[in-house]
Nanobody, 123 residues
């Protein structure tokens, strides 16, 4: 089992950047495939990016490709999401999630979730 906690959210102007972090407890972080999802008010939770256990495989939603970059540090038990060229449509609560099986792009596939961090992009 792993516990997850996001940080790094905030208010940023369009065109700006933020880096989110997801800190994991325990020694088993390296065995989990990890992902970022986001949820805007009144909308479903949607896939943003995912990274495999060793960081060698990544996947991105089309809406963030070329702007967001996912990475992980298995020594420090932390996953990151570097978000560049932010636009107002990126405004949402961002969640990190983990699962033991291979990368998935649907929220229901993930077993462990953080509490979320708010990202607000002003125009």
């Amino acid at each position: 089992q792993v516990q997850l906690m996001e940080s790094g959210g905030g208010l940023v102007q369009a065109g700006g950047s933020l880096r989110l972090s997801c800190a994991a407890s325990g020694r088993t972080f390296k065995y989990y495939n990890m992902a970022w999802f986001r949820q805007a008010p009144g909308k479903e939770r949607t896939f943003v990016a995912a990274v495999s256990q060793n960081g060698g495989t990544t996947d991105y939603a089309d809406s963030v490709k070329g702007r967001f970059f996912i990475s992980r540090d298995n020594v420090g038990n932390t996953m990151y999401l570097q978000m560049n060229s932010l636009i107002p449509e990126d405004t949402a609560v961002y969640y990190c999630a983990g699962r033991g099986k291979r990368i998935a792009t649907v929220a229901v596939a993930y077993d462990y979730w953080g509490q979320g961090t708010q990202v607000t992009v002003s125009s």
